[in-house]
């Protein structure tokens, strides 16, 4: 089969080639997934799950990816819940090899099933940026109708789904990002826009909920503008800031049957927006990753026509 590999960790998204590689084999509740679409978040050529197993052993090349839809075309002993032609979509471990091939290997209990009204580009947009976003706003940052949200950028991938779920439960929803990140963002939702280039982040006064994915200084401000007993939501790796009365958590999302099923079906009634950049097919995917061009949304390779 197809498939983009990593080998070299320094090298990021330069070192990664299209080549062929064996196809997977179902293990004990495993599905064969024939790939149709698969979502890439560079910053994983960063993760240690990219280059090594769980006990730290090397297991490169590895092929990246982790979010897909597809077309399940075997299923290995003990799998149920799941048949043959089925479509899915869904969030791979983090220590597998991954999507950007043309077939997958994954636990069934990862996968969700995808309505026929959706389409595979859209599917694979949503599983680490939707999830990502609702265990941020509810399972970690409890949100409660009524109270304000700060969602740095707010026009991404991640920030966007953030907004929009965020105004559906009833909060008031303040963005950030650039100065060309703001139309895009009211779109999504938010109330208010801070560019964080030439406002004053302090202006907008104090939240009740902040969900970080920049960190640094921004994180460490924004932590000064919780609300008593505030939470700040970090989706960047362990919180630097500590706020003087209230939470501060990091989390790394998890695949999660049930919430893939409340997000997708938002997309089909209308509530959310996916929030695609770009969309290459696999034999050009290198060539689009290394695009110098700036674009916010998901990176979405075709897989299949």
């Known amino acids: 089969m197809k498939a983009i590999i990593a080998s070299v960790e320094a090298a990021g998204t330069a070192g ?138 707010a026009a991404g991938a991640v920030g966007s789904i953030v907004t929009q779920l965020g105004r559906e439960f009833g909060a008031y929803v303040i963005g950030t990002g650039r100065s060309a990140d703001r139309q895009k963002s009211l779109e999504f939702g938010a109330s208010e826009f801070v560019d964080l280039a030439n406002d004053t982040l302090e202006d907008i006064g104090h939240v009740d909920l902040v969900i970080d994915v920049i960190g640094g200084e921004i994180q460490k401000r924004s932590a000064g503008l919780l609300r008593p007993g505030g939470t700040l939501v970090s989706v960047v790796g362990p919180v630097e800031a500590r706020p003087t009365d209230g939470l501060a958590i990091d989390f790394v999302v998890e695949s999660d049957r049930a919430q893939l099923g409340e997000i997708v079906q938002r997309v089909r009634d209308g509530r959310v927006r996916t929030n695609i950049g770009n969309i290459s097919m696999l034999d050009n995917a290198v060539a689009a990753f290394n695009s110098p061009e700036r674009r916010t949304g998901k990176t979405i390779i075709r897989v299949r026509a």
């Open 16 to 153: 990664m080639k299209l080549t062929e590689r064996p196809q997977p084999h179902a293990s004990i509740n495993d599905v064969i997934v024939a790939v149709y679409a698969s979502g890439f978040v560079p910053t994983e050529l960063s993760w240690p799950s990219t280059w090594t197993d769980r006990v730290g052993q090397r297991r490169t090349p590895s092929i990246p990816g982790h979010e897909f839809a597809g077309v399940v075309t075997a299923l290995g002993y003990g799998t149920t819940g799941l048949s043959l032609g089925q479509r899915v979509f869904g969030l791979t471990d983090w220590y597998r090899d991954g999507t950007l091939a043309e077939y997958l290997a994954v636990e069934a209990r990862n996968l969700a099933p995808l309505a026929g009204d959706v389409e595979y580009t859209v599917g694979a947009s949503l599983p680490i940026s939707g999830l990502t976003a609702w265990q941020a706003l509810f399972q970690h940052g409890r949100l409660q109708a009524g109270q304000s949200v700060l969602v740095h950028g």
